[in-house]
């Protein structure tokens, strides 16, 4: 997800640059360095640098609005989660249907432990962009919540989605490691966490056992159905 995020941000990057390029003799000086200080810093990856810069165009040019829509992504980039909503929700009170705006907020609520918040961000985005992976992050976010009505009906929906079988997410596996893993992988283990929640043992396995069809080197799954085995021969 960041890393579509950030690809975003590269682009925007880019048509940034030309525009300044293409109008070199309308910028004043202090800008124009400014700028190429900006360009600079991303060069060499130095977010701090580039930010800074951002911050004095701003200044120096408030009428250039898109400078802060540059400014969110920078601070969703750097990890600054608390200032990429602060300034993403700003942004979104003026264009309210700005996907990426919308994926930074929620993927930075999520990132602060803002389940409830993130949920409802991600049913506005899931609904301009009919995104299965976004359909997915609300059947999570729904679990987190111990909503579990709500996830069992999105999972079902998603599960009977052809295109999950293909679609990839990135999973969080734990110990700081991801695996890009099928969206119906995904849903059926999520479904497999809710059987265990609610003491269903046998559904649980079955679930697993699907994910594990869907993506055998799952390793969710598999450690899912380690822990049911290690509680089966307890006495």
């Known amino acids: 997800m ?10 925007i990057a880019a048509i940034s640059f030309t525009k300044a390029q293409k109008n070199k003799a309308q910028v004043p000086e202090p800008y124009e360095i400014k700028l190429e200080v900006y360009h600079k810093a991303l060069m060499y990856n130095d977010m701090a640098a580039a930010r800074t810069a951002v911050y004095e165009m701003m200044v120096l040019k408030p009428e250039v609005a898109s400078w802060r829509d540059t400014l969110t992504i920078l ?9 990429a909503i602060y300034l993403g929700k700003e942004l979104l009170k003026e264009k309210s249907t700005d996907q990426l705006l919308l994926e930074i907020v929620a993927v930075s609520e999520e990132n602060l432990g803002m389940a409830k918040q993130s949920l409802e961000d991600y049913d506005k985005l899931f609904a301009l962009s009919g995104s299965l992976v976004h359909q997915y992050k609300i059947a999570a976010l729904q679990y987190t ?18 295109a999950a079988a293909t679609e990839k997410v990135a999973i969080n596996v734990g110990q700081g490691q991801g695996q890009d893993v099928t969206l119906l992988a995904a849903a059926w ?47």
């Open 2 to 11: 960041k890393k579509t995020i950030l690809t975003f941000f590269l682009i």
């Open 189 to 235: 283990n999520i479904a497999g966490m809710i059987a265990v929640e609610t003491g269903q043992a046998e559904d649980a396995r079955k679930c697993f056992e699907k994910s594990l069809a869907a993506d055998p080197e799952f390793l969710l799954p598999k450690n899912n159905i380690s822990y049911l085995d290690s509680k089966k021969q307890q006495p």
């Open 145 to 162: 919540l111990q909503r579990y009505g709500e996830c069992s009906q999105t999972l079902s929906v998603l599960i009977g989605n052809p």
């Open 75 to 83: 601070y969703f980039s750097s990890g600054m989660y608390d200032q």
